[in-house]
């Protein structure tokens, strides 16, 4: 059902229609415990994320920043509120569904490119395949193609850059061919040369009408975003 | 999957490696046990049938003990009156009934003690195995005897050559040499009963009656019926088995216990690695969710490197237990009593089966929990650790 329902959301991106929500965000609060304390790290933000929008999320360190990106991405439950995504809540949905939901439309760029150590490029580009039994090889190379990486696929992580790491990363974000592409810190780890090269590969796929939210502090990305969602405290400046 | 699983074992090497030598080694101890076990039961079994004995006329006393020493070439204080023989012999489900007349004949000068048996012609059926070497013949005459091979070797005798007995004051001629059997009868000096009975003063008695039924099926009838010899008792073959292996079951549940406690710590260590391994890649296994594992897969992955350490380390047990058997064999043959001479360890492809099922059932057991761990971890912990 949930897969229905997103494949016609397919469609709607080689459309580019402009003004169609993708993602709603309802007063997202989010609390954790520290002990007896409890901290707000995110409280009432309400935006939406339209089909094929470009977005960068700033702020100052602990302003929630990670915290929100890992609710759009549902990595996380929110406390209160809830996240709308192609029409449809998902709160309250299982493990299961979130988990569907994760696998299918939403691909994730971890700060630190979350490659595990023991596969190669290519056997990490396929990890998300490994768990929706779907044929992937054509699109991998196809991907490893566009970050330029066709040559290292029988590498292993160890032997990579971090620029090379992280486009990797983004690679395997893309093999289930997702929704939106959520990416924390892109390039908070790397220096300006490979900065810049994620940059343009991240515009390219913008191009491609892919809608993206990043978490940055890095200027240079936050600019070249359409939209920018500041968070301070938990909270949205508008 | 298994490659993921396969390529996560191989990251801590000595750590892997620990853990399949603890599951290797208890795996070894266990397949070494299971195989004894029905080694000896095998092996005792063929020995008892070969001989093709039934049943045993001994006399009253402890009955097993009795059957077992003249199984084992020993003798008996006590003796049967020959009458025995005959009521045997008139039972008409008897095929064969054999008297024996056992004696020690202490050899103090020599510093030993020869076994002398007095038979008849009615033995050679129950004991099949009997080769004689060229030459030989049965008794000719009442001061013939018989040799085993390895009394042939010690009295420097062959067939033909005569022999003084100093200690009984007759003297003998070798009719015949057995060759070598691996049996109690290597060492023993075979003569005519009347003359046995004659050398160790006992006229008209005998030490046992070996019986070889017409029909197998009909022991309890039979045994029941000669049960009435006076002075005598019957031990059937299935209750000195059972008896043997009575005796084997007290050193096979100490060695079980051991077995036991030996699994228990490779388990042990087993679900110590794993659960370390969990800690460790808390972060990895985070990614894994992220990207779209579902609990049940995290579940699957790490139980499949469960079963997958102790089946690895099955393998290397079994293989273990075939290239020290031998040395075991040795070891344990020094503790169980009337061991039979064929080997004891049997490592059939039923052992190594049920040691692989252990192996995993053990992986399994081990792994659940630290999987459990593994599977309930959320997408979002796993990654905010740093
Ligand atoms: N698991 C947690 N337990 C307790 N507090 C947490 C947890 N995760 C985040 N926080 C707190 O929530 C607040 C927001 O954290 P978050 O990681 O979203 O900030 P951020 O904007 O991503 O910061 P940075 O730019 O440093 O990455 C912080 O005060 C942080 O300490
Ligand atoms: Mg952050």
Known sequence: ?238 | MLSLALSNLTRRRLRTALTLLGVAISVGVLACLLAFGKGYEAGLGRELNGMGIQMMLVPLGCPYDAAARVLKGKTLEVSLPANSLNIARQEGKVEVAAPLLMATLPRPAEGRTDLWVGIDESVRPLKPWWKMTTGSRWFPDANSVILGAEAAATELRQVGDTFFSPETGRKFTVCGVLERSGTSDDSQFFVPLATAQEMFHQPNRITAVAIRLKDPTQITEVSTRLQQVPGAQVVTMAEMMGTFLNLVGSVRTLVSAIAIVALCISGLSVFNTMLSAVLERTRELGVLRAVGASRSQVFCLLSVEAILLTTLGSTLGVVLALATGRFVEMGVRLFVPMAPADTLLNLSREVIQQCFMVGVVVGLGAGLYPAWQASRLQPVEAIRID
């Open chain 1, 1 to 238: 059902m949930v897969v229905a329902m997103y494949a016609k959301q397919n469609e709607g991106v080689h459309e580019r229609v402009e003004s169609k929500v993708l993602v709603s965000a309802k007063g997202l609060t989010k609390t954790y415990r520290r002990g007896t304390e409890e901290v707000r790290a995110l409280d009432g933000v309400s935006f939406d994320l339209q089909q094929g929008e470009f977005t960068a999320i700033v702020g100052q360190s602990g302003a929630g920043k990670t915290t929100l990106l890992h609710l759009l991405g549902c990595m996380d439950t929110p406390t209160s509120g809830e996240i709308i995504i192609g029409g449809h809540s998902t709160k309250g949905l299982s493990d299961r569904a979130l988990t569907q939901l994760r696998r299918e439309q939403v691909g994730f760029v971890f700060q630190h490119f979350g490659l595990l150590p023991t596969l190669t490029v290519m056997e990490n580009l396929l990890l998300p395949t490994l768990f929706s039994k779907r044929e992937a090889k054509a699109r991998a190379n196809e991907l490893l193609e566009q970050v330029g990486l066709t040559q290292r696929r029988n590498h292993h992580p160890n032997q990579l850059s971090g620029g090379e790491m992280q486009r990797v990363a983004i690679a395997r974000a893309l093999i289930n061919r997702p929704q939106i592409l959520l990416a924390d810190e892109p390039t908070g780890n790397l220096d300006s040369v490979n900065g810049e090269a994620i940059l343009q590969l991240f515009h390219q796929l913008h191009r491609e009408g892919l809608t993206i939210v990043v978490v940055t502090h890095n200027p240079i990305l936050a600019d070249a975003t359409q939209r920018q969602l500041v968070l301070r405290d938990g909270q949205l400046v508008p």
